[in-house]
């Protein structure tokens, strides 16, 4: 009933830059926290970048400073603009957000990911 559709990623070299989007849609009465994880081959899912409920916004080390996290409430749509590049980003990028239907019952969802690989 929810559906999440990430796009943006792709083939970059090392040091440039990528912009990957996340659009939610379907049966939406409030988005939650919403965000990016990323997994790459051998190693478990790790959060990346988030918005929180309360709209605080969290970073995993490895990347602050050079990601930064968006949103637009008008589209239910969150970004992520990848800066300086590294060759340990590559991964299998998804979007997750909890979503709230209009009995206020609130599920996890998941999108199908986009793979970013940065490499020369």
């Known amino acids: 009933q929810v559906q999440l559709v990430e796009s943006g990623g792709g083939l970059v070299q090392p040091g440039g830059s990528l912009r990957l989007s996340c659009a939610a849609s379907?049966?939406?009465?409030?988005?939650?926290?919403m965000g990016w994880y990323r997994q790459a081959p051998g190693k478990q899912r790790e959060l990346v970048a988030t918005?929180?409920?309360?709209?605080?916004?969290n970073y995993a080390d490895s990347v602050k400073g050079r990601f930064t996290i968006s949103r637009d409430n008008t589209k239910n749509t969150v970004y992520l603009q990848m800066n300086s590049l590294k060759p340990e980003d590559t991964a299998v990028y998804y979007c997750?957000?909890?979503?709230?239907?209009?009995?206020?019952?609130?599920?996890?969802?998941w999108g199908p990911g986009t793979q970013v690989t940065v490499s020369s």
């Open positions: 379907g049966r939406i009465f409030r988005i939650n926290a």
């Open positions: 918005f929180t409920s309360s709209g605080i916004t």
């Open positions: 997750n957000a909890g979503i709230s239907d209009p009995y206020l019952r609130i599920d996890t969802y």
